[in-house]
């Protein structure tokens, strides 16, 4: 799956959004627990300080008075982090008294400005204990009248807060862990299974590029099934403007061919007439230029078309038979190293020309014989195999400027060998329009050597 495939950004997306919401989703369940946890822990230091309250309340000679008891037997075990004071706070009889717990020690007193009061008149806080155990402490003040003021406090060891709080963040952690895990594994599910019928059309597409397919065929889904027609007219929309661009060519070619040749013939019957040769030779010119760039028109309206693949071989070994025959009276080998798996992204007729107008030219110079080699070139990371058709012969070759000047439309560098010059003109302009290149070098046996470089498949 690549990177930036709409899969990948889906899937990334929505893995971020789901660890987002899992997060925050956390926070907010651990600190409410914990808000409950310290809620129910405060519950029962407030029921430990109104018992504390009400003994105050007794006098000091009655029996009731059980400030050691208070039915937890924590404030009796020494530094137990469990404790209770009552603190007199009137200055003429300052006296405390405390749990056994406290062990001689005191608790810290709340400080007014920082703590404040609930609406009992209750003040709630951590603070630090005798024992360096972090405490959660109340507090209240309770004012007896000519019987005094006191401060009465209650703490308990806020590891029991802490430690419930942590086994729940725990819990907390792997259970979301866990169902993180089960809704990413959902996420690409759906992501692979929704996005499926996108992958069959992007594969459709491909086959039509490369010919295997001429339409999308199948059901899709009612999201989709809209796409898939409106990629159907659009082919059939395109095929119809080529089938009208080549009707327009061909008219054109008829309509403008008659008038040359009729201008052509009129002048050849004052052959003596030098206006007459003069008309004859531009005649020629405007029928090569005529030919040419028609020629350019119904290759460019040829391969606009959805692309078509066409066999190699049979069309290479086809031209062998029929330019051996052709040349038979001079004796032209030709030897052909054929690459059976070989194909052409385009069209039969456009790789014939292409590779006849070589092979013919190569025929024409060569002394007795000719070379063809098809090879497939392996494609790089992403990148489509390249078709090289290389043909060489044994004739005298061409010179560098030459070469350059060959390839040019109408130019030909000896008038004695029959043909227009438009051949290696029209092969550099179709498979340059194919994307492709044609290439021209010194032949190892001796002559010229053609390259024709295509996509393939």
């Not at 409950?36 to 000091?60: I, M």
């Not at 959660?136 to 019987?147: I, T």
């Not at 019957?269 to 020629?284: L, T």
């Not at 498979?431 to 290439?439: D, I, P, S």
């Amino acid at each position: 799956m690549r990177a930036n495939s709409l899969a990948t950004r889906l899937f990334l997306s929505a893995t971020a959004w789901l660890v987002v919401i899992l997060a925050i989703t956390g926070f907010v369940l651990s600190s409410v627990y914990r808000d409950a946890t310290e809620r129910a822990f405060d519950r029962r230091l407030n029921l430990h300080l109104r018992n504390l309250v009400a003994e105050v309340a007794v006098p000091d000679d009655s029996p009731d008075r059980q400030f050691q008891s208070l039915g937890e037997p924590l404030f009796k075990l020494p530094l137990s982090g469990w404790y209770w004071q009552i603190a007199r706070t009137d200055v003429e009889k300052a006296d405390m008294r405390a749990s056994r717990s406290l062990w001689d020690r005191k608790l810290p007193k709340l400080d007014d400005q920082t703590v404040e009061l609930t609406a009992a008149g209750i003040r709630v806080a951590y603070v630090d204990g005798p024992e360096g155990q972090t405490l959660r402490l109340v507090e209240r003040a309770v004012d007896l009248g000519s019987d005094g003021s006191f401060l009465v406090s209650v703490a308990g060891d806020a590891s029991e807060i802490f430690d419930e709080t942590r086994s729940f963040d725990y819990y907390l952690g792997g259970t979301f862990t866990a169902l993180g895990i089960v809704l990413l594994l959902t996420t690409i599910f759906q992501v692979r299974f929704g996005l499926a019928p996108l992958k069959r059309i992007s594969e459709a597409i491909a086959n039509i590029r490369s010919g295997r397919a001429e339409r999308l065929d199948g059901k899709f889904p009612v999201e989709i099934a809209p796409l898939a027609r409106e990629t159907n007219a659009l082919i059939d929309a395109n095929r119809e403007i080529v089938e009208r661009a080549r009707t327009h060519v061909g008219n054109l070619a008829h309509a403008i061919k008659t008038p040359l040749s009729v201008i052509v013939n009129e002048a050849s019957a004052r052959s003596g007439d030098p206006f007459a040769a003069k008309v004859m030779e531009q005649a020629g010119m405007m029928r090569d230029q005529v030919a040419h760039h028609l020629e350019r028109a119904r290759i460019a309206a040829r391969v606009s078309i959805v692309a078509t693949i066409s066999e190699v071989a049979p069309i290479i070994e086809a031209l062998r038979r029929t330019m051996e025959k052709i040349h038979r009276d001079r004796g032209i080998v030709i030897d052909l190293r054929n690459d059976a798996s070989a194909r052409f992204r385009g069209e039969r007729q456009d790789l014939e020309e292409m590779v006849g107008n070589l092979v013919d030219n190569a025929c024409k110079w060569a002394l007795s014989r000719v070379a063809i080699d098809v090879v497939v070139d392996a494609p790089a990371a992403e990148a489509n195999p390249l078709l090289r058709i290389t043909v060489d012969d044994d004739g005298r070759g061409l010179s560098e400027s030459e070469r350059t000047q060959v390839a040019r439309r109408g130019k030909r560098l000896d008038e004695s060998k029959p043909g227009s010059g438009l051949g290696l003109s029209i092969v550099v302009d179709l498979a340059a329009l194919y994307g492709g290149r044609l290439e021209l070098s010194s032949a190892p046996i001796g002559g010229l050597r053609a390259e024709l470089v295509l996509p393939g498949i």
